[in-house]
């Protein structure tokens, strides 16, 4: 098996409907609440919320380790990410997740996607999701062929 860089550890009580999660550090502590648009209080935060931020984030650290890599600075790089909830035919759920990404510094689109594509290789996020759900990924703008299937 393979050395272990870091594992977060978490508890949730009481499920999305009206939970609690914290972090066992004490870092993350949030409420869990449907949002309003799919009938519930809101007032809180959701797996699809959470799961946005977390994607995004480790998104642009896959973009970073690419730069490097690569000699290329996205030190000014965002990412605005939508994590869709979608019913199944089988009566289940599944997620579809779309990544924005901006990197300011990179004005040929094309050196933009490989960068972004590349960085689809990397993330933890997109190694684990691929094949599972889909994913949208669009750099500066221009959407990216990321090549493998996702």
């Known amino acids: 098996m393979a050395r272990v860089l870091y594992t977060a550890e978490a ?15 004490g870092v ?5 609440r449907v ?3 799919m009938g519930g209080d ?3 935060t959701n ?3 959470l799961f946005a931020v977390g994607y995004a984030a480790c998104f642009e650290g896959a973009l970073g380790v690419v ?7 996205t030190g000014d790089a965002s990412i605005d990410s939508r994590v869709s909830l979608l019913p199944t035919e089988d009566r289940g759920f599944a997620l579809a997740v779309e990544l924005r990404v901006t990197l300011p510094q990179i004005s040929d689109p094309e050196r933009a996607a490989q960068i972004v594509a590349a960085a689809h290789q990397v993330c933890p996020y997109s190694n684990a999701t691929r094949g599972n759900i889909d994913v949208t990924l669009t750099a500066n703008g221009h959407e990216v062929d990321s090549g493998v299937g996702d």
């Open 11 to 25: 508890t949730v009580t009481g499920g999305r409907v009206s939970g609690h999660g914290r972090t066992q550090d």
């Open 28 to 32: 993350l502590d949030v409420q869990l």
């Open 35 to 37: 949002p309003k648009e």
């Open 42 to 44: 809101g007032g809180g």
């Open 47 to 49: 797996p699809e919320q």
């Open 67 to 73: 730069g490097r890599r690569e000699r290329v600075e």
